[in-house]
């Protein structure tokens, strides 16, 4: 049995408490796992950084990562945010082949599932139904987290627009900050949802008409 292979059953019961797939029995991790792999973290080990070119996707399943801005001179990391078990991320990349946005390390001792874009598509046509309830899992939760980051945005936008208006005084600007415009910034994360959306349509497509194949 594969290195892989080997971790399906702690895999499968991990990410089943955190809610992820948690239909999928050993059988279906297993299968998964041919084409992906299990990679573990220590605390303070990087993921990836900002700006690296690489397209895997990870589920985390056990551990906490956390979001940071690259830190610079003089300034630490700034910590932007979290992610717990049953969590998803790198799929941006993994869809567009677009650079990594953000910096990402472990706080504690991590364990996750990484799979590529080569890998997946190898995984779907050997199991095209278990690779669209995959892509489907991963939707739902991109869902969940463009509703997130819309919902932090509005919260925050009046205590933002002070900022911004603050700042600008101080430098001797004469800008005026409309609070609606700056609540509109979610719109832009909406944007790049739909966008996600639009291409993980199309990997379920494909999933699907592989399905009618077989």
Do not use: C
Not at 58 to 68: S, V
Not at 88 to 105: H, M, N, Q
Not at 149 to 165: C, D, F, G, K, N
């Amino acid at each position: 049995m594969a290195e892989s292979e080997s971790h399906a059953l702690p895999a499968q019961e991990q990410l089943r408490k955190a809610g992820f797939l948690a239909n999928w029995r050993e059988a279906e991790w297993s299968a998964l796992l041919t084409f992906a792999e299990y990679k573990e973290l220590v605390p303070a080990e990087f993921l990836f950084r900002q700006g690296d070119v690489e397209r895997s996707m990870y589920i985390l399943a056990k551990g906490t990562l956390e979001f940071i801005d690259p830190p610079k001179p003089g300034i630490p990391p700034r910590r932007l945010g979290v992610l717990q078990p049953g969590g998803v991320i790198g799929e941006g990349a993994f869809l567009d082949g677009g650079a990594r946005a953000l910096t990402v390390r472990a706080v504690s001792a991590s364990a996750l599932i990484r799979i590529d874009p080569e890998s997946f598509s190898a995984f779907s046509a050997r199991h095209p139904v278990l690779a669209t309830e995959f892509l489907m899992e991963v939707a739902r939760l991109v869902s969940l987290k463009l509703r997130d980051t819309t919902a932090m945005v509005t919260q925050h936008a009046p205590e933002r627009a002070v900022e911004i208006q603050a700042s600008a005084e101080e430098s001797g600007g004469e800008r005026r900050v409309d609070i609606n415009s700056v609540a509109r910034a979610g719109n832009l994360g909406d944007k790049q949802g739909m966008e996600f959306f639009d291409r993980l349509n199309q990997q379920i497509k494909e999933g699907m008409r592989r399905r009618s194949q077989t």
